[in-house]
């Protein structure tokens, strides 16, 4: 197993490699000046010399490249242009923030597309495979902002029941493990749990349905085995897959949050990420893609990882 972990950390290090490359590039391909925001219109060129000496703009791309990425190493992101503060700080709390959220997510979504995917397998082409299909299809299809706008509306406008937006009372972005916080995360995490419940669902029914049909089920019947044994070994077939699954919605969710986040003023890395583009804040828009990126990755990493224990078939491949 430590030879395993071993050999997947080293095909790791060249693909972060490549993201940070490709987070820099994309990042200064576009067009206009990252120092409009905090420059005054009647900057003197000395002025303008010097802004772009303090943030390293004045160097050429290779050499602002090596520097940002010996820089992240060492857990130094650089410094937000447009609130002056350390972009490390401002990242990791966001992400923080957005990890909590699409942990919630994720977790609604695999417990409820398992439990479809399980039912439409068992029950191929009847009216519940069908009902539970059109669920899973709907889920796919449906706008998630779209269907956040409308949550908020009837839940929130309407009903009263669960607060707008915000992570915290007031709107605050601070968080607490208590019920207020806690009405604050139903629906941002209802809503981006859609998607992910709909791909997991859809599946999750798919391997059942194989697993079912292959030959080895056939035996275990024959040889007398319940439908509880049968059924686990249906769930340790279908694990591995499902995990996989599971592991890139949830990166998914990580990365693509932004419209979840800005609809429900959810002070995630989504959100923080909006407010960049906008602010065209090139070291917090650097450094928020770089640690989502290096987040998903990672992810990559430990879901490979458990795949290899639950099933030792890919370990040996």
Not at 35 to 40: A, N, Q
Not at 201 to 223: C, D, H, S
Not at 285 to 297: E, K, S
Request: aromatic content about 10%; glycine content about 10%; charged content about 10%.
């Amino acid at each position: 197993m430590l030879a395993l972990l071993f050999r997947r950390l080293i095909y790791t290090l060249p693909i972060m490699l490549g993201v940070a490359l490709v987070c820099f590039a994309l990042v200064h391909v576009a067009p206009g000046d990252p120092l409009v925001s905090i420059l005054p219109p009647d900057a003197s060129a000395d002025l303008q010399a010097q802004l772009r000496t303090l943030y390293g703009f004045d160097r050429s791309y290779p050499e602002q490249f090596v520097s940002w990425v010996w820089r992240a190493v060492q857990g130094d992101l650089g410094t937000s242009i447009a609130s002056g503060r350390p972009v490390t700080s401002e990242v990791m709390r966001a992400v923080v923030n957005t990890l909590r959220l699409a942990v919630f997510a994720t977790l609604i979504g695999f417990a409820f597309g398992a439990l479809f995917g399980f039912v439409a397998g068992y029950f191929q082409n009847s009216w519940v495979d069908k009902a539970a299909s059109f669920t899973a299809v709907l889920g796919v299809s449906v706008p998630h902002y779209w269907l956040g706008m409308v949550m908020v509306i009837v839940f929130s406008s309407q009903l009263n029941w669960l607060p707008p937006g915000g992570a915290g009372p007031g709107g605050s972005g601070d968080w607490a493990w208590d019920l207020e916080h806690m009405k604050h995360l139903i629906l941002p995490a209802i809503t981006m749990s859609v998607i992910p419940m709909g791909i997991i669902a859809r599946t999750v029914r798919a391997l059942v349905a194989e697993i079912l049909a292959q030959e080895f089920i056939v035996g275990l019947r024959a040889k007398g085995l319940t439908d509880l044994g049968i059924f686990l070994h249906v769930v340790k077939n279908a694990a591995p897959t499902a995990l996989a699954v599971m592991g890139l919605q949830l990166g998914y969710l990580l990365g693509g949050s932004i419209l979840i986040e800005t609809v429900f003023s959810w002070p995630g890395a989504g959100f923080l990420l909006n407010s960049a583009i906008f602010q065209r804040d090139l070291p917090l828009l650097q450094g928020t893609i770089l640690v989502l990126a290096m987040f998903f990755v990672l992810l990559n990493l430990v879901v490979d990882v458990i795949q290899s224990v639950l099933d030792p078939r890919i370990a040996r491949g």
